[in-house]
């Protein structure tokens, strides 16, 4: 079962039909207009349940058929039938209640329909329109897949290549946005508000949102909701909200946990889009809130409608037109640019405070609560088109949607800033794993890859997250790395340098103009290098003045300009002049330092102002490394020979069906080999005679691993010999293994010895959450204890596997280290890049350990593999919505 956001912003759940839905699909397919069931059946006068049998593949061939609800009714019906004579084809049909079409279900049925077809092995749908059915031809068009169109004998044969390209992936990128800001804007711009639960007792909850609806100036309606009362804070109240005279767009819900359902179902009969649960009592609690959300969560998902919440603070919009302030807090924020999602509500009053208090405009906020259903992801496509919101903020504890949060937050990220905070960071939730790459990981570490990967800024605290937001508000992303530093006192401009280097942003020197221009009017005793210290007596208009020099050079990307106040210099002067100085100017962005316990002047406005050099420092690299990343060129996916999916895919199915686990050396290898990963010959064998017999083929020197379920890491149990140069000591070290492990050892590895290079370990585990993620590092056996590690969530793209090898303390290894020949990169990078691959071919692989892997001057190849393999495990993030 999926739930489906279509482009009126409404919600269907698609589900497999089957033959239980029949009597029901017989009466939907009857309830279609004469025009619609002529499109679709191209003229049979009437259709009877044996027909609708044959549809659903009960009474056919096998067929894969889905069918759309909404309000608990059928409003879609659509299926795919294998051809009988072409392999890795398929017809495709529709059907839609004419109540909804143009709604974008049909689309989003092909999407499912297709999605499924790959999985099965079927790469091209064939349809057979009627010219006249325009709509069902546009369907096909605008979906993005390749699509040709033949006319045949008054039908058009349409076939779609289900290949997923850069168009497809475009446009249903476009339609997720479509979808999604069209179901938030019920929230966001509401005619009418229901406070379910309001009540004249000031200090409650829900009297507190209305009154904070009412102070704000809200530009729509509100109406309370009592039980009994006929009048709260002057306005009509209604005993329920079905008993409303009029639409109502947003109710926002603030009742006992266990009167929420019943709130909630006269919600859906007055048919609200935007629901809001303040109460708690929920997922947060026990099991018992646990069963009682996802009870509300199955309510709102199959009526259509959207809902926060709950265990929520509620909304705002500062918008002039709205003015919507349906949140408990006491803190209207002022009007701007940022736009903040948090799930902790006790977090989003302090944050509220905290962002008038440094008066940080905001332009809309959104306590999310438990996210049971709307998330950040939605809000993130919302705020993509708000035109009132610049820059991003979000605190998170956990995801729902990781893969789909990086797809929106990578696409959105190159036009508007998201910074996040996540919560949860210690090791405390880190997992126990078999092999040293999941060993390795933390779920820290993953998020970590996650936001790299999807461009987000991430910082280490609320209070960095909130210095990084007033910079992308108020100044222009830099273009480069390089600073410049301006102060009246030395000690703060060397602490901003050291903070300037120590997060990777470089302190240029300046040019001779610049250095001439500040030498015409500084002191003698000045410096005009970089950090230009202008001593304590500098006025306001040596400020104006080596802040313009400063400006102009080429060499420089930024400057943070630094004031410590003596007694002879007014700040309020020194903050207008600075502020002048960058008026209208350069497209350089310029952070303001006053060191003094009244912060900065008004005047500096709106230049961003730090009470210290090193916060400064950290925000402008943040921004500076979002600006690199935002420059770079969208990634292509990587084109790979010598990869044989199909023969994978032969391997998976083999080990799953003999029962899943860990793939013997002999299986671990054939899927190296198919997926084109170089790997050093061996045999396993199970006597001391065949060890022989394999050594003098593979040719000597070889290497012997025990092998057993209880041999896991052999280095540890010294479970391997190497260099064994001839048969005497072939035999040598086959007894010594029968001698130590006795039965622990079940069969001996015989294997090439690989030549001499550097260890690295390439590897993947599938996180419960996150899916698959890769890793790179420095391997061999101290690879536990260097820690030297990269992470990335499949798939990579082509830069990913360098800009992980770069990140590595061990990249030097491979560069030439001491007076060794450099390392083929390049075949590491590719191994990265298979590994990816044979990921998405076999979602099976659980875990994949390949340490280490040698890289010498020539290539890259694999000397120990171990890879589990299982039947993929349901998400445990919860019943997700797709757009």
């Not at 290549?161 to 992936?169: C, E, G, H, K, Y």
């Not at 987000?456 to 480069?480: C, K, N, W, Y």
């Not at 009246?488 to 050291?498: K, S, T």
Request: glycine share 8%; hydrophobic share 45%; proline share 7%.
């Amino acid at each position: 079962m999926t739930d489906v956001v279509v482009r009126d912003g409404s919600t269907v759940c698609v589900r497999q039909a089957d033959q239980r839905d029949i009597p029901v699909l017989v009466k939907f397919l009857q309830s279609l207009s004469p025009q619609s069931l002529y499109y679709r059946f191209h003229g049979i006068p009437a259709l009877t349940e044996p027909d609708v049998r044959v549809l659903v593949g009960a009474d056919r061939g096998p067929a894969t058929t889905l069918v759309a609800e909404s309000g608990g009714r059928i409003v879609a019906f659509a299926g795919y039938y294998p051809s009988q004579d072409a392999l890795h084809r398929a017809e495709v049909a529709f059907a839609v209640a004419d109540a909804v079409q143009g709604h974008g279900i049909g689309t989003r049925l092909l999407e499912q329909l297709a999605k499924i077809a790959r999985d099965a092995g079927i790469t091209t749908f064939d349809a057979y329109v009627l010219t006249a059915n325009r709509q069902m031809l546009d369907v096909f068009r605008r979906s993005g897949f390749s699509e040709t169109v033949r006319l045949e004998g008054g039908l058009c044969h349409v076939v779609l290549s289900l290949a997923l390209t850069d168009q497809f992936v475009e446009q249903a990128a476009a339609r997720s946005q479509i979808a999604a800001t069209a179901s938030m804007r019920a929230f966001f711009a509401p005619q009418v508000v229901a406070v379910v639960g309001a009540n004249r007792t000031r200090g409650k909850i829900g009297s507190e949102i209305l009154n904070n609806l009412l102070a704000a100036g809200f530009m729509g309606t509100v109406v309370p909701v009592h039980p009994t009362a006929r009048e709260v804070a002057g306005l009509t109240a209604y005993p329920r909200v079905t008993e409303i005279p009029f639409a109502i767009d947003l109710a926002m819900i603030v009742v006992p946990a266990d009167q929420v359902l019943a709130a909630v179902d006269d919600c859906i009969n007055k048919r609200v889009r935007a629901i809001c649960v303040i109460s708690a009592g929920f997922s947060e609690c026990d099991a018992a809130g646990r069963a009682r959300e996802a009870v509300l969560l199955d309510k709102v998902r199959r009526a259509g409608c959207r809902l926060i919440g709950p265990n929520c603070m509620g909304l705002l919009n500062t918008d002039p037109a709205v003015r919507l302030n349906a949140t408990f807090s006491p803190v209207y924020p002022p009007r701007g640019s940022v736009a903040m999602s948090t799930q902790s509500g006790a977090l989003g009053l302090a944050i509220l405070d905290y962002a008038r208090r440094l008066d940080i405009g905001i332009s809309s906020f959104v306590s999310v609560g438990n996210k049971a259903d709307v998330s950040g992801n939605d809000l993130i496509q919302y705020w993509a088109e708000d035109p009132d919101t610049k820059v991003i903020l979000l605190y998170v504890e956990s995801f729902g949607n990781p893969k789909k949060f990086a797809e929106i937050a990578r696409r959105v990220g190159r036009t508007k800033p998201i910074v996040a905070v996540k919560a949860g960071r210690s090791r405390a939730g880190s997992r126990a794993a078999a092999s040293h790459t999941g060993a390795l990981a933390t779920n820290d570490v993953v998020v970590d890859a996650l936001f790299k990967q999807a461009g987000v800024i991430r910082t280490e605290r609320l209070e960095e997250m909130f210095d990084v937001a007033v910079l992308l508000s108020h100044q222009p992303i830099p273009r480069g790395a390089r600073v410049a530093i301006l102060t009246n006192a030395g000690g703060p401009g060397i602490l901003a340098a050291d903070a300037c280097e120590a997060n990777g942003l470089e302190l240029p020197p300046l040019s001779d103009t610049t250095r001439s221009e500040l030498r015409s009017f500084l002191p003698a005793a000045a410096s005009v290098n970089n950090p230009v210290d202008m001593l304590a007596s500098a006025p306001p208009d040596h400020y104006r003045r080596a802040l313009a020099s400063l400006l102009r050079d080429e060499s420089v990307d930024s400057i943070i300009t630094i004031f410590i106040p003596p007694l002879v210099t007014d700040p309020t002067a020194v903050a207008a002049a600075i502020a002048a100085a960058v008026v209208g100017t350069h497209g350089k962005p310029v952070l303001g330092v006053f060191m003094r316990s009244g912060g900065a002047p008004a005047a500096l406005a709106p230049i961003p102002s730090y009470a210290f050099p090193e916060s400064a420092a950290q925000a402008l690299a943040r921004v500076t490394a979002y600006g690199q990343w935002r420059l770079k060129p969208i990634a292509p996916a990587p084109t790979l020979d010598r990869f044989d999916a199909d023969e994978i895919r032969r391997i998976v199915q083999w080990v799953l069906k003999r029962g899943p686990g860990w793939a013997s050396p002999a299986e671990s290898q054939a899927l190296l080999t198919a997926a084109g990963i170089a790997t050093a010959e061996a045999r396993v064998v199970t006597g001391l005679e065949e060890a022989v017999r394999a050594a003098s083929q593979l040719g000597f020197p070889v290497a012997l691993k025990a092998l057993g379920p209880a041999l896991v890491h052999k280095t540890e149990r010294k479970a391997v010999t190497l260099n064994i140069g001839d048969e005497s000591g072939v035999g040598t070290a086959y007894a010594d293994f029968a001698t130590r492990f006795g039965p622990d050892m079940t069969a001996v590895l015989v294997q090439q010895m690989v030549p001499q290079g550097v260890e690295m370990i390439v590897g993947a585990f599938h996180d419960p959450v996150f899916g698959p993620v890769i890793a790179c590092g420095t391997g061999g056996v101290l690879v536990d204890v260097l820690a030297d590690t990269a992470f990335r969530l499949h798939p990579l793209s082509v830069p990913d596997p360098g800009e992980m090898i770069e990140g590595l303390r061990g990249a030097r290894l491979l560069r030439g280290h001491r007076g060794s020949p450099p390392a083929d990169e390049p075949a590491l990078r590719d191994v990265l890049l298979r590994v990816s691959e044979l990921l998405g071919v076999a979602p099976e692989i659980q875990e994949l350990d390949l340490n280490p892997v040698i890289v010498v001057s020539t290539g890259a190849r694999v000397a120990d593999v171990r890879v589990r393999i299982e039947a993929p495990r349901p998400s445990t993030s919860g019943r997700r919505v797709e757009y």
